[in-house]
């Protein structure tokens, strides 16, 4: 069966813009949840959401934003770009709520210039 | 708050020992806890989970963990080394989950594995 999928692969933004990442879940699979990864930090939690409604949210500024749709493929938004904002952005998608269920995508790289 | 500490930024051994990569964790309640591996442009790899029962865990790949409830941690450890293992181990915990609240994955750092042929 198909994978999480992640689109796009890599992408370039110039600080102050907006971006949005795209993430389609395994079939079936009605959760999704975020991550960013930096050298710096490491891997930290964004969002989890279920049957369209965010259950959690990690500890990130507003220009952070993300949402759900019926199909429970996910989108985040990133507004007003800071060059921390470059990443590798993984989503992760699973039957139910909770992490053990959780298969990852391959991510978006996103540098901001 | 819950959290994980990889204490080795890198492991090196040579091919055919074993290898272990430390992991201790500290979170409210049972912790369910995982090892990923991510090799260079990738997302990450499943390798095993404990959520329950048998504190030896069995995964992919020949790796496995023991889940040390007196001492938090949860080493991952395989028999023989491979060049293929070389790659980004990180060690994760979450909250055991009880149908509400918070169960986000908070990952420790994570350990670069250099198998050397």
């Known amino acids: 069966k198909a994978g999480v999928t992640q689109t796009p692969r890599y992408l370039i933004k110039t600080r102050g813009q907006q971006v949005t990442l795209s993430c389609s879940p395994i079939?079936?699979?009605?959760?999704v949840s975020w991550y960013q990864q930096t050298p710096g930090q490491g891997l930290q939690f964004l969002f989890e959401?279920?049957?369209?409604?965010?259950?959690n949210k990690g500890n990130f500024p507003g220009r952070f934003s993300g949402r759900q749709f019926s199909n429970s493929r996910s989108e985040m938004n990133v507004s007003t770009l800071e060059l921390g904002d470059s990443a590798l952005y993984l989503c992760?998608?699973?039957?139910?709520?909770?992490?053990?269920?959780?298969?990852f995508g391959s991510g978006t790289r996103l540098t901001v210039v | 708050a819950q959290s994980v500490a990889q204490p080795e930024d890198q492991v090196n051994v040579a091919e055919g020992n074993p290898l272990t990569v430390k992991c201790t964790y500290s979170?409210?309640?049972?912790?369910?806890l995982f090892w990923y591996v991510q090799y260079p442009n990738r997302g990450l790899q499943f390798l095993l989970k404990?959520?329950?029962?048998?504190?030896l865990v069995k995964g992919s790949y020949g790796f496995e963990a023991e889940f040390n409830k007196s001492q938090t941690s949860f080493h991952l450890k395989k028999p023989s080394a491979l060049v293929s293992d070389s790659a980004l181990y990180f060690c994760?915990?979450?909250?055991?989950?009880?149908?509400?609240?918070?169960?986000?994955?908070?990952f420790g750092k994570g350990t670069k594995l250099s198998v050397i042929p």
């Open positions: 992760a998608s699973s039957l139910d709520r909770g992490p053990y269920g959780y298969t």
């Open positions: 994760a915990v979450s909250a055991a989950y009880s149908g509400a609240g918070s169960y986000q994955l908070t």
């Open positions: 959401y279920f049957s369209e409604t965010q259950r």
């Open positions: 404990y959520i329950t029962g048998d504190n």
């Open positions: 979170v409210s309640g049972n912790p369910y």
């Open positions: 079939s079936g699979h009605r959760s």
